[in-house]
């Protein structure tokens, strides 16, 4: 089934720790999205990649880190995990047409203990 | 800056009834996109419905119709006949920017839970 792959899906950690979140799409869109949610803040925009081999901030970037080497990954690397970075976190792709319509992954659970 | 505010944490429709969820946003940007999605109780988000700023008429999808206000800066999203699977976190985001690919850069309100009764 063509879509966005996150893993790993749930994950404990202890602070300190780096982590890397993978996103692999096979839908072949430019763009690529990490969000995290939080209960009562929506979802926030943490990077982003317009394309392969660009990548920029978005609301709450800090502690976070993404490379893009190719179409279809984009990683997201916590360098030392803290608590306050416990969230589900959502991987999404954009074919940048006219809506900007979003295609979320499956989503991946973070607890930083 | 931009923002969105959803201002009913939880809501209750009777199945088969029409609801209504509440969105308003602030921008100072002439062209915007404004976007529902849903997220039903096993985590996923799944996008229901788009209106972009210049588009005269109110989008609809199915069930799903957006009721765009642009003097009022509401854009509310109704549900027809509602269905017990309409029960799910819904969310009301806007887009950052209106240029090409780069418009799934999406600021998000808090959210709406609803919940359908039998």
């Known amino acids: 089934i063509a879509g966005i792959t996150q893993a790993p899906t749930s994950q404990i950690l202890a602070a300190g720790r780096r982590m890397t979140l993978r996103c692999t799409q096979d839908m072949r869109h430019n763009a690529m999205y990490w969000y995290r949610q939080d209960l009562g803040l929506g979802l926030r925009l943490i990077h982003y990649?317009?394309?392969?081999?660009?990548?920029g901030k978005g609301e709450v970037p800090d502690g976070y880190s993404v490379s893009r080497a190719n179409t279809d990954d984009f990683p997201l690397t916590l360098a030392s995990a803290v608590p306050s970075q416990t969230s589900v976190y959502f991987c999404a792709s954009s074919d940048g047409g006219d809506t900007g319509e979003l295609f979320f992954g499956e989503g991946s659970r973070l607890t930083v203990l | 800056a931009q923002k969105i505010t959803q201002t009913q944490p939880g809501m209750f429709v009777q199945e088969k009834e029409a609801v209504t969820l509440d969105c308003t946003y602030d921008?100072?940007?002439?062209?915007?996109?404004l976007f529902w999605y849903k997220q039903p109780s096993s985590g996923e988000m799944i996008f229901l419905i788009y209106?972009?700023?210049?588009?005269?008429q109110n989008a609809t999808e199915g069930r799903y119709s957006l009721n765009f206000q642009k003097a009022r800066k509401s854009a509310n999203l109704v549900i027809s006949a509602s269905q017990l699977g309409d029960s799910a976190m819904y969310f009301c985001a806007m887009t950052y920017t209106m240029i090409y690919n780069q418009g799934g850069k999406l600021i998000f309100g808090q959210g709406t839970e609803l919940s359908v009764k039998p």
């Open positions: 209106q972009g700023s210049y588009d005269e």
């Open positions: 990649s317009n394309t392969a081999g660009t990548t």
């Open positions: 921008t100072s940007d002439q062209s915007y996109g």
